[in-house]
Each structure stands twice: as structure tokens, then as C-alpha cells.
């Protein structure tokens, strides 16, 4: 079981960017797939979340910025990030929740600055 993020990078204020989480190992459309951010000196947020049965749902922070989407035959949850402000650096990750089974990414770093 694996998850690869790939896509952060450094962006000026205003850009954007689009995060790609790879799965392996198991379905992604199966499980509770969410984003999570965490910044410098902070502890690990939730960002986004997608699921089979319900809409997908933001931290207020992003929300009419962000928008996470899944690609079932890619295997692939994407971020699709716009709009970015400097508050939005951090290394984000994906993870996949079902039936207790947690699975985590090894995070790409988003740094947002002039």
C-alpha cells in the first residue's frame, strides 16, 4: 500500500497549483480520501475530503479556493489549489481512511511567496 503526493513547489501570491496523490495498493474510490496541510511551527490540519457518498468538503480557510477530485481510473485524488496565499505554505498529504486502516503520504511542500 503506498501513496505518492507529487506537484508542490514554490508559487507567488495569486497562483496555482495542482497536487496529485498516487494510490497503490488498494482502491481509492473505496476509501475516505482527505488533504491535510501542516505549516511551520503547527500542527497537522485537515484540508479537504472526498468520499463515494457525499460532496467534497473544505476547511473554511480554502473553501472557493480549493478543490479536490478523484480520477478512479488513475487511481489519483487531486488538490487543485488557486488563489494561493502565503497562510497555504506547508507540506500537504493525502490519506486514505477506511474501517480504521489510516494510509499516509510522504507530503510535498507547497511554498507560497514573492
Known amino acids: 500500500v503506498q501513496l505518492v503526493e507529487s506537484g508542490g513547489g514554490l508559487v507567488q501570491p495569486g497562483g496555482s497549483l495542482r497536487l496529485s496523490c498516487a494510490a497503490s495498493g488498494f482502491t481509492v474510490s473505496e476509501f475516505v480520501m482527505r488533504w491535510y496541510r501542516q505549516a511551520p511551527g503547527k500542527d497537522r490540519e485537515w484540508v479537504a475530503i472526498i468520499t463515494s457518498t457525499s460532496s467534497p468538503n473544505y476547511v473554511e480557510s480554502v473553501r472557493g479556493r480549493f478543490t479536490i477530485s478523484r480520477d478512479n481510473a488513475k487511481n489519483t485524488v487531486y488538490l487543485q489549489m488557486n488563489n494561493l496565499k502565503p497562510d497555504d505554505t506547508a507540506v500537504y498529504y493525502c490519506?486514505?481512511?477506511?474501517?480504521?486502516?489510516?494510509?499516509w503520504g510522504q507530503g510535498t511542500l507547497v511554498t507560497v511567496s514573492s
Open positions: 490519506n486514505a481512511l477506511k474501517f480504521g486502516r489510516s494510509y
